[in-house]
């Protein structure tokens, strides 16, 4: 049997372009194939979130369906899509053979967990069967399964035995299963694992692309009965591949490393975000620092060096370092770079606000600094018809060291699921992999600081707090343990309040790309007022 393995990136609610996309593949690869097998929910773009409630787009989805189905001819068709049955509404996988929708098999296990929601608007399968169907002139049976169906070691109902007790003679699982660090190799394990206990072929077809916050990696695959992987797809690459299970063989996956993981699903991220709203120019402030730095290379990676302007706003307390790193920052990676000072600017507000702040020196003349430069990069974004990037990392966002309406505006924030140290990680990986150096020396080797008043330096060692915030946030669970793993309780309880009192902030804070298993956005859900003494 050939399969097609389709691992395409859908937009969510564009069901004319999206039905396009799935048309084409299937006019072109029909000959080439036996079966085409498309990820979870490629019609409506994953995840759709309320549109699911809009009746107007569950029943064009169904059209759409219909639309696609009366194309397919001799080779079948599997597709994720929704459907709808007596008001309950299915995440579903629909089978298309001969000119019409032949079969649906809906999920069974709805995540409930981190950024998935999906009890909310679907109902679970009450039933696991496998489907029949005439491949190649053959009758095989299709145990038909969806995304977290994969994982159901800690359900009740284990969807992959189930199918294969009922005669499956082969596993296929379609999935939108986001991406964040380590990922593809938990999917393998927990694949492999199935497979060497039921001994089937297992496909798994993944979505890839990027949505809001979310990231997909594709890294669709095929492991053997004897648990070898016999094709896998490359990551955040919308490919099809054909796979002819009877003459493959095992394969070595080249298995990328960290830093280059997230500088890919970052620039996906980047691209998609763009790409999908309509957008090309970015703007971003270059600082002279490293997260401004890492943010303008992700994003000349991502949209080209033509589409990006990066703008320094120096004022009395900048350092010449500073406007020259970015400076050279700008000249490496080829964009447009514009000086605007803020010094007469920031002056003339201090003087008209002196009734207010009496000739002081504190947080209030500080944070004007970062709202004048935010003022500044909005308003260039407008003029330019632009999408102002924000520079943010995750350890500062976190604890709360980032000013409103400053350098916290922007559309998105593209490093705010990267601790500090990854930040640095990331740059270090950029130079060494890239022909000349492409972020300064300096920018990674200085002190970080905001310079917002004289001899300014961050407030924290990046190598010891970025670890220990990381797990305050994804472990709250586990605060108790921290001190056992040698950080003091005075520090621990300072970082603890620091995380719980910025909430506020974050909640109004751009949306941020996911990378790590808990981000700040959809999937970390705490109150803004919140009394609970961790």
């Given at each position: 049997?050939?399969?097609?393995?389709?691992?395409?990136?859908?937009?969510?609610?564009?069901?004319?372009?999206?039905?396009?996309?799935?048309?084409?593949?299937?006019?072109?690869?029909?000959?080439?194939?036996?079966?085409?097998?498309?990820?979870?929910?490629?019609?409506?773009?994953?995840?759709?979130?309320?549109?699911l409630?809009?009746?107007?787009?569950?029943?064009?989805?169904?059209?759409?369906?219909?639309?696609?189905?009366?194309?397919?001819?001799?080779?079948?068709?599997?597709?994720?899509?929704?459907?709808?049955?007596?008001?309950?509404?299915?995440?579903?996988?629909?089978?298309?053979?001969?000119?019409e929708?032949?079969?649906?098999?809906?999920?069974?296990?709805?995540?409930?967990?981190?950024?998935?929601?999906?009890?909310?608007?679907?109902?679970?399968?009450?039933?696991?069967?496998?489907?029949?169907?005439?491949?190649?002139?053959?009758?095989?049976?299709?145990?038909?399964?969806?995304?977290?169906?994969?994982?159901?070691?800690?359900?009740?109902?284990?969807?992959?035995?189930?199918?294969?007790?009922?005669?499956?003679?082969?596993?296929?699982?379609?999935?939108?299963?986001?991406?964040?660090?380590?990922?593809?190799?938990?999917?393998?394990?927990?694949?492999?694992?199935?497979?060497?206990?039921?001994?089937?072929?297992?496909?798994?077809?993944?979505?890839?692309?990027?949505?809001?916050?979310?990231?997909?990696?594709?890294?669709?695959?095929?492991?053997?009965?004897?648990?070898?992987?016999?094709?896998?797809?490359?990551?955040?690459?919308?490919?099809?591949?054909?796979?002819?299970?009877?003459?493959?063989?095992?394969?070595?996956v080249?298995?990328?490393?960290?830093?280059?993981?997230?500088?890919?699903?970052?620039s996906?991220?980047v691209?998609?975000?763009?790409?999908?709203?309509?957008?090309?120019?970015?703007i971003?402030?270059?600082?002279?620092?490293?997260?401004?730095?890492?943010?303008?290379?992700?994003?000349?990676?991502?949209?080209?060096?033509?589409?990006?302007?990066?703008?320094?706003?120096?004022?009395?307390?900048?350092?010449?370092?500073?406007?020259?790193?970015?400076?050279?920052?700008?000249?490496?990676?080829?964009?447009?770079?514009?000086?605007?000072?803020i010094?007469?600017?920031?002056?003339?507000?201090?003087?008209?606000?002196?009734?207010?702040?009496?000739?002081?020196?504190?947080?209030?003349?500080?944070?004007?600094?970062?709202?004048?430069?935010?003022?500044?990069l909005?308003?260039?974004?407008?003029?330019?018809?632009?999408?102002?990037?924000?520079?943010?990392?995750?350890?500062?966002?976190?604890?709360?060291?980032?000013?409103?309406?400053?350098?916290?505006?922007?559309?998105?924030?593209?490093?705010?699921?990267?601790?500090?140290s990854?930040?640095?990680?990331?740059?270090?990986?950029?130079?060494?992999?890239?022909?000349?150096?492409?972020?300064?020396?300096?920018?990674?080797?200085?002190?970080?600081?905001?310079?917002?008043?004289?001899?300014?330096?961050?407030?924290?060692?990046?190598?010891?707090?970025?670890?220990?915030?990381?797990?305050?946030?994804?472990?709250?669970?586990?605060?108790?343990?921290?001190?056992?793993?040698?950080?003091?309780?005075?520090?621990?309880?300072?970082?603890?309040?620091?995380?719980?009192?910025?909430?506020?902030?974050?909640?109004?804070?751009a949306?941020?790309?996911?990378?790590s298993?808990?981000?700040?956005?959809?999937?970390?859900?705490?109150?803004?007022?919140?009394?609970?003494?961790?």
């Amino acid at each position: 049997m050939k399969v097609a393995l389709a691992q395409i990136n859908p937009t969510v609610g564009a069901l004319s372009n999206n039905s396009d996309k799935i048309s084409k593949i299937i006019q072109i690869y029909s000959s080439q194939c036996d079966l085409i097998i498309f990820p979870e929910m490629c019609l409506t773009g994953y995840p759709p979130q309320d549109l699911l409630l809009d009746q107007a787009f569950i029943k064009r989805a169904s059209k759409a369906l219909n639309g696609i189905a009366s194309r397919v001819q001799n080779t079948p068709v599997i597709l994720g899509t929704i459907r709808q049955e007596n008001n309950t509404l299915f995440n579903t996988a629909a089978v298309l053979a001969n000119r019409e929708v032949f079969e649906y098999r809906d999920k069974t296990h709805l995540p409930t967990y981190d950024v998935f929601d999906e009890d909310r608007y679907f109902s679970p399968s009450k039933s696991r069967e496998p489907i029949e169907l005439s491949i190649n002139g053959n009758k095989m049976k299709l145990g038909i399964e969806i995304c977290e169906d994969l994982w159901d070691e800690d359900y009740e109902i284990k969807v992959n035995q189930e199918l294969i007790q009922k005669g499956a003679d082969i596993l296929i699982n379609i999935s939108a299963s986001p991406f964040h660090i380590n990922r593809m190799n938990e999917r393998s394990y927990i694949i492999k694992g199935i497979v060497n206990n039921l001994k089937c072929y297992f496909i798994y077809c993944n979505l890839v692309g990027a949505q809001d916050e979310l990231v997909f990696d594709g890294q669709s695959c095929i492991v053997n009965p004897e648990g070898k992987i016999v094709s896998h797809l490359p990551a955040f690459k919308e490919l099809v591949e054909v796979v002819d299970l009877k003459n493959c063989f095992p394969i070595e996956v080249p298995r990328a490393c960290e830093e280059e993981e997230v500088f890919q699903a970052l620039s996906l991220g980047v691209k998609d975000y763009f790409r999908k709203t309509g957008h090309k120019k970015a703007i971003i402030g270059l600082s002279g620092g490293i997260d401004s730095a890492l943010t303008a290379t992700i994003a000349q990676n991502a949209l080209g060096a033509e589409n990006i302007i990066g703008i320094a706003m120096p004022s009395i307390y900048s350092s010449e370092h500073s406007i020259e790193d970015a400076k050279i920052l700008a000249e490496n990676l080829g964009i447009d770079f514009q000086i605007i000072p803020i010094k007469k600017i920031n002056e003339q507000m201090l003087d008209d606000l002196s009734p207010i702040l009496n000739g002081s020196s504190g947080l209030a003349e500080e944070n004007l600094q970062a709202r004048i430069r935010g003022n500044i990069l909005m308003t260039v974004a407008n003029k330019e018809r632009a999408l102002l990037l924000n520079t943010g990392n995750k350890t500062e966002t976190a604890l709360g060291y980032c000013t409103m309406y400053g350098d916290m505006a922007g559309a998105l924030a593209v490093i705010s699921d990267l601790n500090k140290s990854q930040v640095y990680a990331v740059s270090r990986w950029i130079n060494k992999n890239a022909d000349n150096v492409v972020i300064p020396k300096n920018s990674i080797n200085k002190p970080p600081s905001a310079e917002l008043k004289p001899d300014q330096v961050d407030p924290f060692d990046y190598d010891l707090i970025s670890p220990l915030v990381d797990r305050i946030i994804s472990e709250p669970h586990n605060i108790s343990s921290l001190e056992n793993d040698g950080y003091s309780k005075e520090l621990i309880s300072v970082l603890v309040k620091k995380v719980h009192f910025s909430e506020y902030k974050r909640r109004q804070a751009a949306p941020g790309l996911r990378v790590s298993q808990k981000a700040f956005g959809i999937g970390r859900r705490y109150p803004i007022v919140n009394k609970f003494d961790t």
